[in-house]
């Protein structure tokens, strides 16, 4: 636990011999949006969890997942 009681050295540029206008950012925010998310869901229904399974495998099948 002595990395957690080791105080920080912070530099600013100056003390790195460099520019701060070197790391400025180079492109521009145009837009920000949530993006949408569009979901699909089916519930399979069955009598047992085996029988379940077997669905869902064929339903995996079919889509060319497995």
């Given at each position: 636990m002595a990395a957690s009681k080791k105080?920080?050295?912070i530099l600013d540029a100056a003390a790195l011999g460099?520019?701060?206008a070197d790391f400025a950012a180079?492109?521009?925010l145009t837009e920000l949006y949530i993006p949408q998310v569009n979901t699909e869901c089916e519930l399979i229904k069955a009598d047992s969890p085996a029988e379940a399974g077997a669905l869902l495998a064929l339903k995996l099948?079919?889509?060319k997942v497995i």
């Open positions: 105080e920080l050295t460099v520019d701060a180079t492109s521009d099948r079919e889509a």
